[in-house]
Each structure stands twice: as structure tokens, then as C-alpha cells.
């Protein structure tokens, strides 16, 4: 299965909202995750199971999604928030990640 | 407190082998399952390898099929990857990573990674 990610790059300001697409090339049962990297460091699981937040990650964050489209919505861009997001699909081996999405300062 | 800790990294020749441990400490091994993922310098994140909680399942990337080997050890709460006929184009970071729970839902906890570099 392959993921993309739309845009593959996204510039913005604090306080807007934000969404980011992953397309998958099959469709997914519920099991698709995203992360947040931050330059040299370890990625961070933001939301599993297509739409679960990750115990202590801001409310901000949300997914949704079903079949091959699914999407990250940041509700209000924070300064911590600007990084690179990667979605990932575990339906089925091998559990592929989309290319990112750089989210930079407008 | 949850840790994963990876060794082994380091310089080798085309064509050598290389072994990555994880230690794992902070949470039930044995009940989840791991996974491995690389990173390139400057490039996204390439999931590599995952094995289930008991070991029935193993699974590997393409780029690697063949090539690697994963296992665990659930008595010393250890996580391994064994490399064979290493190319350049296997240079990375690699992370070893816990997941949510005992097969694929969502990769919880990374550590930091082990900086393999495939060189002559």
C-alpha cells in the first residue's frame, strides 16, 4: 500500500487551521497513525486508529478519515506545532509511511 | 518510565553485516509488539521491520526483504535486527520502536536511534 501526502509542504501563521491529507493507493481499515519530527528528533504519535489521540497531545490535533483519504487537522496553529508530519498505515504489511508534510512559518 | 535504547550502529563495508539491540525497560515487553524504522540523512521515515509480541509474525520492508532479520527475546527484554549484505543505500538512523499494542495499531514510544553508515 501506497501513501501520499498532500501538500508536501505548507507554509502558515499562528492561529490557523490547518489540514493535511494522506491517500492511500488500497483501502484502510481504521488503522492509520500520525506523527509530528521536530529536526533531530525521535517522531511522536499524535493520533492512532485513524481519529484516537495519543494520551497528552493538545485537543488542537484531530483525525478523521475512512477508505483512502484521511486527514490531520490542527485547529489553531501553535509555534510548537512546526514540523514535519508523517502519516502511516498498519492495515496490512508492510506498514508504509506517507513522504511528510513540512508545516513552516509563514 | 517507558525507554527503548538501540546499539550497534556504526561504519561498515558494502556487503558486511551489522546486529542493532533495543533494550526495552519501563513496560511489559512481552506484551507488544516492536518495530524498527530508519530515517536517511535529510529524508522521511522508512518503516523497516516489525515482529509481534510472541514472535509469530515477522514482517519486513521490501528494500530489505531477504536481507534482514528481526527477533526478540521476551526474557531479557531485547529487540534485535540482524543485518546481512549491507548497500549504501541502507544508511541511516534507526529507531527501535514500541507499538500500542500486541500487533500493528499505532507506534508509541521511539527511542533515540543507532546511526548505521554503510561505507568503504
Known amino acids: 500500500i501506497q501513501l501520499t501526502q498532500s501538500p508536501s509542504f505548507l507554509s502558515a501563521s499562528v492561529g490557523d487551521r490547518v489540514t493535511i491529507t494522506c491517500r492511500a493507493s488500497?483501502?484502510?481499515?481504521?488503522?492509520l497513525a500520525w506523527y509530528q519530527q521536530k529536526p533531530g528528533k525521535a517522531p511522536k504519535l499524535l493520533i492512532y486508529?485513524?481519529?484516537t489521540l495519543q494520551s497528552g497531545v493538545p485537543s488542537r490535533f484531530s483525525g478523521s478519515g475512512s477508505g483512502t483519504e484521511f486527514t490531520l487537522t490542527i485547529s489553531r496553529l501553535q509555534p510548537d506545532d512546526f514540523a514535519t508530519y508523517y502519516c502511516?498505515?498498519?492495515?496490512?504489511?508492510?506498514?508504509?509511511f506517507g513522504p511528510g508534510t513540512k508545516v513552516d512559518i509563514k | 518510565e517507558v525507554r527503548v535504547v538501540e546499539s550497534g550502529g556504526g561504519l561498515v563495508q558494502p556487503g558486511r553485516s551489522l546486529r542493532l539491540s533495543c533494550a526495552a525497560s519501563?513496560?511489559?515487553?512481552?506484551?507488544?509488539?516492536m518495530h524498527w524504522v530508519r530515517q536517511a540523512p535529510g529524508r522521511g521515515l522508512e518503516w523497516v521491520s516489525s515482529?509481534?509480541?510472541?514472535?509469530?509474525?515477522?514482517a519486513f520492508a521490501d528494500s530489505v526483504k531477504g536481507r534482514f532479520t528481526i527477533s526478540r527475546d521476551n526474557s531479557k527484554n531485547s529487540l534485535y535486527l540482524q543485518m546481512d549484505s549491507l548497500r549504501h543505500d541502507d544508511t541511516a538512523l534507526y529507531y527501535c520502536?514500541?507499538?500500542?499494542?500486541?500487533?500493528?495499531?499505532?507506534?508509541?514510544?521511539w527511542g533515540q536511534g543507532t546511526l548505521v553508515t554503510v561505507s568503504s
Open positions: 502511516q498505515q498498519l492495515t496490512s504489511y508492510p506498514f508504509t
Open positions: 515482529i509481534t509480541w510472541n514472535s509469530d509474525t515477522t
Open positions: 486508529a485513524t481519529s
Open positions: 520502536a514500541k507499538d500500542l499494542g500486541p500487533h500493528g495499531v499505532g507506534i508509541h514510544y
Open positions: 488500497q483501502g484502510l481499515n481504521i488503522y
Open positions: 519501563g513496560f511489559t515487553f512481552d506484551e507488544y509488539a
